[in-house]
């Protein structure tokens, strides 16, 4: 018989254990472990992983702890059909995808333009394949736009209204599942499975990886300081956002469990690192291009342009500044590890996609 997994959200405040909707999905605690050859390259002593690329065998990454308060709610919704939205290529999406099929649910992803990059072409082959419905849309405007008209059609056609979720999954529910990774990291710095880190880095795009980070710090009595590396637009990826979402989902537990202490999550405490973005969303960046390829060469880590490689980036400008070296430091691995070879292979080609998004496939 196989054991079900409990969040430590709900073995920290039990009254949440029946008040706040969960399920299964990934495989947690994910290892934690030391990246000796990296840090001997920048003369730095205690450089961790949080290995959260191996998340799930399905399909991995940040996203599945987020899906699993995000469809737990989804499930007590009695809802039939998630719509979400995402860049081209959005991990979000395709995960969304996956593990809602898993609970048969159909997901519609409205997706924005974003540059080129081979993982673009591999998620929207996987998502179709999936079952995933695109929608391809111009901007933000008519994303916004498409989500009134799909939220009508669901009514007309299946009586109800689809459930709305926003990009990266970062809702108050979705932030809740880095409050629980935060829990996770914890205990395992209790177990002695690495120190308490001084600093540990994420991305920072839709901003509820880092929320959850932030507030569950917090929560868990850390007193690490988690810090963000801007990937998106600064209008949208900032401390303010950070502060706000992570303060959504704490009053959400508190909502649920007034037990649940009060803790600051002020906008200055918040810090930020908007230079390594580059150009934009998704372009590459020559910094990022040089850490993608030192850790898979040092620690066999593979990164991805958009997200971590420029999150490593600002790593190892951190790791190895004088000041740091011998201070422990955590890098959070958001990106999937899963292969999706078979998925893809089970898809008959790009011009199954609608016509907007063929066009990635263009030599």
Same mark, same amino acid.
């Given at each position: 018989?196989?054991?079900?997994?409990?969040?430590?959200?709900?073995e920290?405040?039990?009254?949440?254990?029946?008040?706040?909707?969960?399920?299964?999905?990934?495989?947690?605690?994910?290892?934690?472990?030391?990246?000796?050859?990296?840090?001997?390259?920048?003369?730095?002593?205690?450089?961790?992983?949080?290995?959260?690329?191996?998340?799930?065998?399905r399909?991995?990454?940040?996203?599945?702890?987020?899906?699993?308060?995000?469809?737990?709610?989804?499930a007590?919704?009695?809802?039939?059909?998630? +719509?979400? #939205? *995402?860049? !081209? @290529?959005?991990?979000?999406? &395709?995960?969304?995808?996956?593990?809602? =099929?898993?609970?048969?649910?159909?997901?519609?992803?409205?997706?924005?333009?974003?540059?080129?990059?081979g993982?673009?072409?591999r998620?929207?082959?996987?998502?179709?394949?999936?079952?995933?419905?695109?929608?391809?849309?111009?901007?933000?405007?008519?994303?916004?736009?498409?989500?009134?008209?799909?939220?009508?059609?669901?009514?007309?056609?299946?009586?109800?209204?689809?459930?709305?979720?926003?990009?990266?999954?970062?809702?108050?529910?979705?932030?809740?599942?880095?409050?629980?990774?935060?829990?996770?990291?914890?205990?395992?710095?209790?177990?002695?499975?690495?120190?308490?880190?001084?600093?540990?880095? +994420?991305? #920072? *795009?839709? !901003? @509820?990886?880092?929320?959850? &980070?932030?507030?569950?710090?917090?929560? =868990?009595?850390?007193?690490?300081?988690?810090?963000?590396?801007?990937?998106?637009?600064?209008?949208?990826a900032?401390?303010?956002?950070?502060?706000?979402?992570?303060?959504?989902?704490?009053?959400l537990?508190?909502?649920?469990?007034?037990?649940?202490?009060?803790?600051?999550?002020?906008?200055?405490?918040?810090?930020?690192?908007?230079?390594?973005?580059?150009?934009?969303?998704?372009?590459?960046?020559?910094?990022?291009?040089?850490?993608?390829?030192?850790?898979?060469?040092?620690?066999?880590?593979?990164?991805?342009?958009?997200?971590?490689?420029?999150?490593?980036?600002?790593?190892?400008d951190?790791?190895?500044?004088?000041?740091?070296?011998?201070?422990?430091?955590?890098?959070?691995?958001?990106?999937?590890?899963?292969?999706l070879?078979?998925?893809?292979?089970?898809c008959?080609?790009?011009?199954?996609?609608?016509?907007?998004?063929?066009g990635?496939?263009?030599?």
């Amino acid at each position: 018989m196989s054991i079900i997994r409990r969040p430590l959200l709900f073995e920290r405040f039990p009254r949440l254990r029946h008040r706040l909707p969960w399920l299964e999905l990934g495989s947690f605690p994910t290892p934690v472990e030391p990246m000796t050859r990296l840090g001997n390259a920048l003369g730095a002593t205690q450089l961790f992983v949080k290995r959260d690329d191996l998340s799930s065998r399905r399909y991995g990454g940040n996203k599945v702890r987020k899906l699993e308060f995000v469809l737990g709610h989804v499930a007590q919704r009695r809802s039939n059909t998630v +719509v979400t #939205v *995402g860049a !081209a @290529g959005s991990n979000h999406v &395709l995960a969304t995808a996956l593990h809602g =099929a898993d609970q048969g649910l159909k997901t519609i992803g409205i997706v924005v333009p974003q540059p080129p990059h081979g993982y673009v072409r591999r998620n929207l082959l996987a998502g179709w394949a999936a079952g995933c419905r695109f929608e391809p849309v111009a901007g933000s405007v008519d994303a916004i736009r498409r989500f009134a008209q799909l939220w009508t059609e669901s009514l007309r056609t299946e009586g109800r209204p689809p459930y709305v979720l926003w990009a990266g999954g970062s809702t108050a529910r979705g932030v809740l599942g880095y409050v629980e990774a935060a829990l996770e990291i914890g205990a395992q710095v209790e177990a002695g499975l690495m120190p308490e880190p001084e600093v540990i880095f +994420v991305p #920072v *795009g839709s !901003a @509820g990886t880092m929320a959850g &980070l932030v507030l569950g710090c917090r929560l =868990a009595g850390l007193a690490s300081e988690t810090v963000g590396v801007r990937v998106y637009e600064r209008t949208m990826a900032n401390a303010w956002a950070v502060a706000w979402l992570a303060r959504r989902a704490l009053a959400l537990l508190r909502s649920l469990d007034r037990s649940i202490p009060r803790v600051s999550l002020s906008v200055p405490s918040i810090r930020v690192l908007h230079d390594y973005c580059g150009r934009g969303y998704a372009h590459s960046t020559a910094a990022g291009t040089v850490a993608m390829e030192r850790v898979r060469d040092l620690e066999g880590l593979d990164l991805e342009p958009t997200y971590s490689a420029k999150t490593m980036a600002a790593f190892t400008d951190c790791v190895g500044s004088a000041s740091q070296r011998r201070r422990p430091a955590l890098f959070i691995h958001t990106y999937n590890s899963a292969p999706l070879d078979a998925l893809v292979a089970s898809c008959p080609g790009p011009e199954v996609l609608p016509g907007a998004l063929q066009g990635y496939f263009d030599d």
